[in-house]
């Protein structure tokens, strides 16, 4: 170990309306032979290529007060010259992305991933870190704070600037930062102090969300059995009028969230939008162990300068989606029925992409930096999403191996069991190993299942294996276009016509997906067309109700616009296709079938 002084960064909001952070880095013992510093391409958690560097203005150096020359040597590595001393890296960072990827500035607060912010120092990666975050230089903004899960040193006050400390690069980059007016509250779960501290404008009822919030954590502290991986937690939100997102760090979350997602002064219950934060909280914690410290050997530690490939993505996301709705139930804020709902809207979402008979999880996995990251209007046709189908892999391995076992064996041990050989002793999880490890832990040879499921496009057979849970498994057509599925048809069966497009919601009636071998399809429809009128009668926003008017296999003139020339299709119209799932509790499953039901549903008693 060397006992060099740590790499040191600092940290400004220094233009808010400008949208520029100043960054100063300092490093001692620069390479003799020239240092160089590079950007992170991506950021972990987020597979797509983001080129941070682009953002990088005004890059210069110093070693004591002479200027050292600077030369780029690839879209984000620069060179310094050969110099003795200290070197001081001074640049800005134009922040004005508002995601839980990037970073984000003005007079409202500051936000920022370390991979948009902090250069890494070449050789340098594994030495410690600390960081200055400086309040910005203006009396207005004096009562900002600051919401990190990273480390304080002893003379930094909690919530508050000064200096924080990071074991490594890949640590200083793991914890975001928020500064500025947030409303905070603290909690505890099995012990671990937690924390939510709220950006934007909202009326969220504190209370009623940290308790919930510690029940769900509560409950996966337990399922991957105490103590807790980490010694602290963090919530970071952002409430906007609309938005989605989260990104999982080891010991905090990003999340975006639409203020009305969060629970209101009372209000009881738990509502749809305030099931979608649950659900989005639950996600990203469940993340603490798997894909934080269960996580791929490709990514242990990850090549930030370029794409990390694994067929296993479906494990760590698609595994994370199952268990995160399911993580409510048992936690007791939703029912067994309400449960079932979620997972058959995903079941429906999952039947409506014709992509799954196209693609593999592990194909979709691999290629999730050029294909589900970069979605277009034929991604549904094209790309299987591994969040989504490998959430019904899980299920469906979750259930075969529950079955097969008499319920001596299920996903939770096998999850358990990559904690404790994998995530405890920090070793990344080889490829495949879900498998081999299932298959150890039942006895049961997995390769059909896998073949068929994973490395295959084959649909889980979801009625047989719900039916011996006591849980009944039903399909039919869609009643409008808004229709998600989970619940029972509000009209009587009635065949419907469609024209196997998505369109866009609003007043122009423009396809944004035309889907392969639907009635659109074969017309000559194109994704981008804006129709106009279906045999003479303008659509003006209401495809659906025109649609009413007739019926499946009828032939209709459709006028539609491709880019500024109108042309004429005749397009034979489809029947709704069945594939909206429900999921009912069968009221007459035998006690065999209830008590495998609730040890799934209810979790371990
Ligand atoms: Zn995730």
């Known amino acids: 170990m060397s006992l060099r002084p740590p790499v040191r960064?600092?940290?400004?909001?220094?233009?808010?309306?400008?949208?520029?952070?100043?960054?100063?880095?300092?490093?001692?013992?620069?390479?003799?032979?020239?240092?160089?510093?590079?950007?992170?391409?991506?950021?972990?958690?987020?597979?797509?290529?983001?080129?941070?560097?682009?953002?990088?203005?005004?890059?210069?150096?110093?070693?004591?007060?002479?200027?050292?020359?600077?030369?780029?040597?690839?879209?984000?590595?620069?060179?310094?010259?050969?110099?003795?001393?200290?070197?001081?890296?001074?640049?800005?960072?134009?922040?004005?992305?508002?995601?839980?990827?990037?970073?984000?500035?003005?007079?409202?607060?500051?936000?920022?991933?370390?991979?948009?912010?902090?250069?890494y120092a070449h050789g340098r990666e594994t030495e410690a870190c600390e960081v200055d975050i400086a309040p910005p230089d203006d009396d207005l903004y004096r009562d900002w704070r600051v919401a990190?899960?990273?480390?304080?040193?002893?003379?930094?006050?909690?919530?508050?600037?000064?200096?924080?400390?990071?074991?490594?690069?890949?640590?200083?980059?793991?914890?975001?930062?928020?500064?500025?007016?947030?409303?905070?509250?603290?909690?505890?779960?099995?012990?671990?102090?937690?924390?939510i501290a709220i950006t934007g404008r909202h009326d969220a009822d504190m209370t009623r969300?940290?308790?919930?919030?510690?029940?769900?954590?509560?409950?996966?502290?337990?399922?991957?059995?105490?103590?807790?991986?980490?010694?602290?937690?963090?919530?970071?939100?952002?409430?906007?009028?609309?938005g989605y997102g989260g990104l999982e760090h080891r010991a905090s979350t990003s999340l975006i969230c639409r203020r009305s997602d969060l629970p209101r002064t009372g209000e009881d219950g738990v509502s749809e939008s305030y099931r979608t934060f649950l659900g989005l909280a639950s996600h990203e914690y469940f993340h603490n162990w798997n894909v934080k410290r269960i996580r791929p050997a490709a990514f242990a530690p990850p090549d930030l300068a370029h794409e990390n490939y694994t067929r296993d993505l479906w494990v760590y996301e698609g595994i994370t989606s199952y268990y995160d709705d399911l993580m409510l139930r048992r936690a007791g804020l939703i029912t067994q029925a309400e449960y079932l709902r979620l997972l058959a809207e995903g079941i429906t979402r999952v039947l409506r992409t014709p992509g799954r008979q196209r693609q593999s999880i592990a194909d979709s996995s691999f290629d999730a930096w050029i294909k589900f990251y970069r979605p277009d209007e034929n991604t549904p046709?094209?790309?299987?999403?591994?969040?989504?189908?490998?959430?019904?892999?899980?299920?469906?391995?979750?259930?075969?191996?529950?079955?097969?076992?008499?319920?001596?064996?299920?996903?939770?041990?096998?999850?358990?069991?990559?904690?404790?050989?994998?995530?405890?002793?920090?070793?990344?999880?080889?490829?495949?190993?879900?498998?081999?490890?299932?298959?150890?832990?039942?006895?049961?040879?997995?390769?059909?299942?896998?073949?068929?499921?994973?490395?295959?496009?084959?649909?889980?057979?979801?009625?047989?294996?719900?039916?011996?849970?006591?849980?009944?498994?039903?399909?039919?057509?869609?009643?409008?276009?808004?229709?998600?599925?989970?619940?029972?048809?509000?009209?009587?069966?009635?065949?419907?016509?469609?024209?196997?497009?998505?369109?866009?919601?609003g007043a122009e009636t423009k396809l944004v997906h035309v889907y392969t071998g639907g009635a659109a399809h074969k017309a000559g429809l194109s994704a981008g067309d804006l129709l106009v009128a279906i045999n003479g009668l303008r659509i003006a926003g209401n495809l659906d109700k025109l649609l009413t008017r007739h019926a499946p296999g009828e032939r209709v003139q459709c006028h539609a616009f491709r880019r500024d020339e109108l042309m004429t299709f005749t397009v034979t119209l489809d029947a709704a296709p069945l594939d909206t799932c429900v999921l009912t509790l069968s009221d007459n499953a035998d006690d065999k079938a209830r008590s495998q039901r609730d040890a799934w549903l209810d979790g371990p008693r």
Not at 492 to 498: I, L, M, S, T
């Open 209 to 242: 969300l940290t308790r919930d919030l510690a029940k769900v954590c509560a409950q996966q502290i337990r399922f991957f059995a105490n103590p807790a991986p980490m010694t602290s937690y963090l919530f970071q939100v952002t409430a906007l009028g609309d």
């Open 381 to 505: 046709n094209a790309v299987v999403s591994y969040y989504a189908k490998g959430a019904l892999v899980a299920l469906a391995l979750d259930l075969s191996l529950r079955l097969r076992t008499d319920k001596r064996c299920s996903l939770d041990d096998v999850m358990r069991a990559l904690w404790t050989r994998y995530g405890m002793t920090g070793t990344g999880v080889p490829e495949g190993e879900l498998e081999r490890v299932a298959s150890e832990l039942s006895g049961q040879d997995l390769r059909a299942f896998f073949d068929a499921a994973v490395r295959g496009t084959g649909d889980p057979p979801f009625e047989a294996l719900l039916g011996p849970f006591g849980i009944s498994f039903q399909l039919r057509a869609a009643e409008s276009d808004d229709d998600k599925g989970g619940t029972a048809a509000k009209q009587p069966a009635r065949e419907r016509a469609v024209l196997g497009a998505r369109v866009a919601s």
């Open 148 to 195: 990190t899960s990273m480390p304080r040193a002893a003379n930094t006050p909690p919530w508050g600037f000064g200096t924080y400390r990071a074991a490594n690069y890949e640590e200083l980059i793991d914890h975001p930062v928020e500064i500025g007016r947030f409303t905070l509250a603290e909690f505890t779960a099995e012990g671990v102090p937690h924390a």
């Open 9 to 119: 960064y600092r940290i400004v909001p220094k233009d808010l309306s400008g949208h520029l952070y100043e960054v100063t880095l300092t490093l001692a013992e620069p390479s003799p032979g020239g240092q160089r510093f590079s950007m992170p391409a991506w950021t972990p958690g987020s597979y797509l290529i983001r080129d941070f560097a682009r953002h990088v203005v005004l890059l210069e150096a110093h070693a004591g007060k002479l200027r050292v020359g600077v030369e780029k040597r690839d879209k984000h590595t620069w060179q310094v010259a050969p110099c003795a001393g200290e070197l001081t890296l001074r640049y800005e960072v134009y922040a004005w992305d508002l995601s839980v990827r990037g970073a984000h500035l003005d007079t409202t607060h500051a936000f920022f991933n370390g991979s948009s912010v902090f250069l």
